[in-house]
């Protein structure tokens, strides 16, 4: 089905929240999203196993003459075997993949539900759903990703899901963001704070409910998070109607981090209505990033769609 992304043209400073929550967002003409089956489900077994529950970009391998870029992906198994993490290599038009083996005596994650690169690092942040997350390096040339320490998130109320991580420098240092998906009447919630990568501690600062007007019907309203490094925040919100779907997804622009008018505090300004900049029926959205090779505010997709298994849109 088609996916209609919208290039945003937007203020990329980091101005006051004041200023940003009055932005308006002025649309320039849409154009098709294509989608490129990472593993197709209908047609080979196992589909579940294959799921995009998080990704990130590998920048290393990224290059624009060649239309090549490489993302590290995370997969929500839970069994012992299974993988829990896929290198996809788009060349072309055309995806190609390689599992990769858990390095390490740890037990392997369980329901990992989100990625992200650790500024400056040649590293990652996964979490799982309960909010353990590992950091975790990966050797391409091995085809292995090695854990060399874990943390978790702070104060997570009981009964929180999380499916979201993102790293990025703000005004303030290196700011993690983690979000509980919620579901129908129960908001999903963003939260956030000061990260420190040596340690891998966690200060948090605030936290935001969040409720998309749409999809509507067994609705996460956070499936996804990316931000800027401007502090634009993008949320994916999907629906959930089981294994075998039907699947929908929106992405918006939801707001932005930055400093109070006054510059005496930093934090999250969500708009007074979200913007939609996509639609897609027979998706069910579980990550979004950066498109390494288009402008901004261009971005890849990934879906994890159960027992279909999964696609990149671009």
């Not at 932005?23 to 077994?45: I, M």
């Not at 779907?245 to 005496?264: A, K, L, M, Q």
């Amino acid at each position: 089905m088609p996916f209609f992304n919208r290039s945003i043209a937007r203020c990329r400073r980091a101005l006051p929240l004041a200023t940003l929550s009055t932005l308006v967002t002025l649309a320039a003409p849409s154009f098709a999203q294509t989608w490129t089956s990472a593993y197709d489900g209908r047609s080979e077994p196992d589909g579940i196993f294959n799921g995009i529950s998080g990704m990130a970009v590998l920048d290393a391998a990224s290059n624009a003459n060649t239309d090549t870029f490489e993302l590290l992906v995370a997969h929500d198994n839970k069994d012992g075997t299974s993988a829990r993490f896929r290198m996809l290599r788009w060349e072309a038009g055309a995806l190609t993949d390689e599992a990769l083996t858990w390095n390490s005596k740890l037990p392997k994650p369980f329901d990992l539900e989100g990625l992200t690169a650790v500024p400056g690092e040649d590293s990652f942040l996964a979490i799982e759903s309960d909010g353990d997350f590992y950091h975790v390096v990966v050797d391409r040339a091995a085809l292995t990703v090695t854990p060399v320490a874990t943390g978790q998130v702070p104060n997570l109320p009981e009964g929180s899901n999380l499916e979201s991580i993102e790293l990025f420098e703000s005004g303030i240092g290196t700011l993690l963001v983690w979000a509980h998906r919620g579901k129908d009447a129960d908001p999903g919630v963003l939260y956030w704070g000061t990260f420190d990568p040596d340690s891998l501690n966690v200060q948090p600062l605030g936290s935001q409910e969040i409720s998309v007007p749409a999809p509507i019907g067994n609705v996460r309203h956070i499936s996804d998070i990316a931000i800027t490094s401007g502090g634009q925040t993008f949320v994916s919100a999907a629906t959930d109607n089981g294994d075998d779907g039907p699947f929908e997804s929106i992405v918006y622009e939801i707001g932005s981090f930055g400093f109070t008018r006054d510059y005496n505090e930093y934090g999250f300004s969500p708009y007074s209505t979200f913007v939609e900049i996509g639609s897609g029926a027979g998706y069910k959205i579980e990550a979004i990033v950066r498109d390494p090779l288009r402008a901004h505010p261009a971005m890849l997709l990934g879906t994890d769609d159960e027992n279909f298994g999964s696609a990149i849109g671009r």
